[in-house]
C-alpha cells in the first residue's frame, strides 16, 4: 500500500505528472476574480471565503480525469485488480495521493490567496481549517466519479456533471465555516456537518468505487 | 370562456402553457421512440428468422 | 498445483464467445492457446486471472496464483527501470527484483527510465515484471508482438526457464515458442447462439 | 395464494415477455383513465375554482406545480428501488424500467422548476431565488442529468445498468444530504410543501373550507399525474426492452448466428 502511495506520489512530482495544475488553476482563478467584479475591498472581502472555496473545488475537479485514467489506459489497473491488495485499499490509496498532490497544496497556498481577496483576519483560520477537514471527502468523491467514467472515451465532461452535485453538501458547510468564521459568527454547526461529511465519505464510499472500478474492469 | 385571472393572467397562462407543451412533447416523443423500436425489431426479427 | 478449468463458458460484452471449455494446466507445463482473433482467448485470459465473472463451469487453482500480462503492461515511462518492479515487486508482497533483472539481462538499463526504452527492451521489462509478481502460473497475451526474433529466443528461454523451476504458462499467440507444452486450439469451442425466438435469450 | 407464493408470482412479471404482454394489456386503461384525470383536474381547477384572495389567480398553478414536484421526487424513488432490485436479483427489466423512468423525471423536475420560477415573479418579485426547495430541486435535475448521461455514455448494457444503479444509491444519499445542507444554507422563502392541506399553499391564515375548494382539484391532478407516470414508465420500459432485445440479436448475428 505505502508502495502504491509513493509511486503515485513520485509520478505526480515528474515531468508531466500534473502536480502545481490545480494551483495554477487555483491561482488563476483569485487573480481573474478581481478584474472580473471589481476592486473594492469590501466586496472582496466579503466574497473571499467562498470563492476561495469555489476555486478550490474546481481546481480539484480538474485534475480528477487523471486519477485513474492513467493506470487504466497503461494497464496497471488490471494488474492491481488481480494483485494481492484489495480494490477498496487502491481506490483509498489513489485518493490519498490526490489529496495529498491537489487538496493539501491548495490548503497550504490558500491564506496567500485570501490575502489578495482581502479575506478578514480571523477568517484566514477557518478557511486553512475547513479546506483541510474538506477537501478529503472532495478527493474521495472525485474517486468515485473517476471510478465510474474510468472506461469511457471523453469521460471528462460526464465526470464532471456526476461530481457536481455530489459536491454539494460538502461545499456548502465547507464555505459557511469560511464566511462564519470571517464574520466572527460562531461556526460549530456548519464543521461538524463538514467533518461528519467527510468521515462519512471516507469510511463508506471506497466500497462503492471499489464497486464500479471491478465493473469497469470486466 | 377564459375566467377573469386578474393581473396574474400571463403568470397563470404561462405556466399551463409550458407545462402543458412539455407533458406533450414527453409523451409524443416517447410514443415516437417506441412506435420505431417496435418497427426495427420486428424488422430484425423478421430478418433473422429468414436467415436462420 | 494444476490450473483445472471445467466446462467453462465465458463472455464478452454480455455475450457468450467460448463455452464448454475444459483443460488443465500442470506444473512445468505450458499451454498454447490458438484460434483466430477475436475469437475470445484475451477474454478468456481475464476470465481465468479474475478480472470477470464466467458466465458458466468451474476454475480451480487459479486464486492468487496467476500473473497476468495484457498488451500492455503497466509500466510507467516516467519511472526507471528498477522503480517500475520495486513498485510491482512490493505490491506481490515479494523482494529481490534482482533474478528479474538478471533473467532479462535488464541490469544496464536498471536506471533508465522507461519510456526511453526501445519496443522489445519495454517487452523484456514486462516479463520481468512478471517474474517479481512470484506468482506460478504466467498468463500472457500476444507476448512477442513487437519482438525481434532475438528477443523471441529470449522470451521463449525465459519462459522455459520458469516453467522449469516448476511454475507454468498459459500463452495466446501465433508463433511456434518451441516450449514444452499442449497447444488448445479454442475455436471448436465457438458459442453457438441459442435461439432467436427465446426472448430470455435475448437479453443475454 | 400464499404470501410467498404471491410474492413470486409478481417476480414473473420481471420477465420481459411477460412484462410486454401484461403490460400491452393495461396500458390502454392508464391512458385514458390518467389523461382524464389530468384533463378533468386542471378544468375544474383553472375555471371553477376562485382566486387565492392573497395570491389571486396565481393559485391555480398548484394543480401543476405540487403534481410535478411530487412525481420528481416519486420517479426518484422509483429508480433507486428498481436499482436496488437490480443490483439483487438482476432482473433486466427492473434495471431498464430505471432507464425508461429518468426523462420522466427530468420533465416533471423541469416542469416543477418552471412553474415555479414563473409563480416566483410576481409573488417573490424575481424569476429566481435560491430558495431551499427550488435550490433542491435544481439538484435532483443535475443528478437526473448526470444519470441519464452515464447511462448513453456506455456501451455495454449491463455495466451500463450495474454503473447507473450504483450511482442512483450514492446519488440518493448525497440527494438527502444536499436536502439538509439547502435547508442549513437558506431559510428561504418558499411555503411548507405539505400537500394534503392545500390551505399551506394559499396562506396559513386561510380557512380550511376555502382551501378545500381548492384541494379536490389538485388531489385529482395529482391521481392523473400518478397515472400518467404509470403509464409512461410502462411504456417506454417496453421501448427500452425492444431496444435492447434488438441490441442483443444484431450483436448475436455479428459473431455468426
Known sequence: ?218 | MIPDLGKYGDTVLSSYAVSIVLLVALIVFSVMRGRKVRAEMERVEQRMSRNG | MTLTVTDLSITRGGIPVLEGLSFSLKAGKALILRGPNGIGKTTLLRTLAGLQPPLEGKIEGAEDRIAYASHSDGLKPTLTVTENLTFWASVFGTNGIQTALDTFDLNELADRHSGNLSAGQKRRLGLARMLVTGRPIWMLDEPTVSLDKNAVQMFADAVRAHLGQGGSALIATHIDLGLDGEVLDVGPNKARPKPIDDFDGGFL | MSIAAKANALWEYANPRKFLATSERVLPFFWIVSITCIVVGLVWGFFFTPDDYKQGSTVKIIYLHVPAALMAINCWLMMLATSLVWLVRRHHVSALAARAAAPIGIVMTLIALLTGAIWGQPMWGTWWAWDPRLTSFLILFLFYLGYVALWEAIEDPDTAADLTSVLCLVGSVFAILSRYAVNFWNQGLHQGASVMRAGAVTGADTEEKVSNIFFYPLLICIIGFVLLFIALVLYRTGTEIRARRIKALLARERVGG
Open chain 1, 1 to 218: 500500500m505505502i508502495a502504491l502511495l509513493l509511486r503515485d506520489l513520485k509520478l505526480a512530482f515528474r515531468a508531466g505528472g500534473g502536480f502545481g495544475l490545480g494551483l495554477a488553476f487555483f491561482l488563476i482563478v483569485t487573480v481573474m476574480i478581481p478584474f472580473a467584479v471589481g476592486p473594492q475591498s469590501s466586496l472582496l472581502s466579503t466574497i473571499a471565503p467562498g470563492v476561495l472555496w469555489l476555486g478550490a473545488l474546481l481546481a480539484c475537479l480538474l485534475s480528477l480525469d487523471r486519477l485513474l485514467a492513467l493506470d487504466w489506459e497503461d494497464g496497471s489497473l488490471d494488474l492491481l485488480a488481480t494483485a494481492p491488495l484489495p480494490l477498496e485499499s487502491v481506490v483509498t490509496i489513489k485518493a490519498l495521493a490526490h489529496w495529498l498532490t491537489t487538496g493539501l497544496p491548495l490548503v497550504l497556498a490558500a491564506p496567500f490567496f485570501g490575502v489578495l481577496l482581502n479575506l478578514p483576519v480571523p477568517g484566514f483560520f477557518w478557511l486553512v481549517i475547513s479546506l483541510l477537514i474538506g477537501t478529503p471527502a472532495m478527493s474521495v468523491i472525485g474517486t468515485f466519479g473517476a471510478a465510474l467514467t474510468v472506461g469511457l472515451k471523453r469521460g471528462g465532461l460526464l465526470l464532471s456533471l456526476l461530481v457536481l452535485p455530489l459536491y454539494v453538501p460538502t461545499l456548502i458547510f465547507g464555505a459557511e465555516v469560511a464566511r462564519r468564521g470571517a464574520t466572527g459568527m460562531e461556526v460549530q454547526t456548519p464543521l461538524l456537518m463538514l467533518a461528519g461529511i467527510t468521515a462519512a465519505t471516507i469510511a463508506l464510499l471506497p466500497f462503492a468505487s471499489a464497486t464500479v472500478l471491478r465493473i469497469n474492469l470486466r
